[in-house]
């Protein structure tokens, strides 16, 4: 693999957060490792995507870590990220490794509009332990239940497929 721009090394810190208001929010990646960090403008379905992919992983290589407690979402953006970070750029590709060896989950960061820089080399790459990648993809799923409506009856965020209500006899409203 070609050399990143950006070595993070093993994260200390690894958040997700929306600013604005739902239906027009913006999704960022927040990354620390020790005193460098990283902001990371992100399209909500990438960061969806890569909140599933942690999920999945993990429910088969460690499930334990997986069901390990829920994250309760605090409002707004996260307060004691620098406000000048190092690094700040668009997310393009976005690759998520697993190296079950070390018990760690790579992410090899492109950025947006660069394409032959992406071709070349990945602008930022940094490592994370199991437990800050759930931490991470339960943080996902909370930011992204958080913009959409919820059901009148039992509180279940509404997508685009029907939904079952289990306070409403199985009707589909
Ligand atoms: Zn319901």
């Given at each position: 693999m070609a050399e990143a721009q950006y070595d993070f090394g093993l994260a200390t810190h690894l958040d997700a957060d929306a600013l604005g208001e739902p239906g027009h929010r913006t999704f960022r990646l927040l990354v620390r490792s020790g005193s460098s960090s990283a902001l990371l403008w992100i399209e909500k379905q990438q960061l969806i995507a890569l909140g599933l992919a942690i999920e999945q992983v993990l429910a088969q290589v460690a499930p334990q870590e997986a069901q390990r407690g829920e994250f309760t979402l605090s409002t707004?953006?996260?307060?004691?990220?620098?406000?000048?970070?190092q690094v700040e750029f668009r997310v393009g590709q976005l690759q998520l490794g697993h190296d079950a060896v070390n018990q760690q989950f790579q992410l090899i960061v492109g950025e947006s509009e660069d394409e032959e820089r992406e071709a070349r080399q990945p602008r930022l790459t940094v490592r994370t332990r199991y437990r800050l990648a759930n931490r991470l993809s339960k943080q996902i799923a909370a930011l992204a239940a958080a913009g959409r409506p919820r059901c009148p009856l039992c509180g279940e965020p509404l997508g685009p497929e029907p939904h079952h209500c289990a306070l409403s006899n199985g009707h589909v409203h």
């Open positions: 707004g953006p996260i307060s004691d990220f620098p406000l000048n970070p």
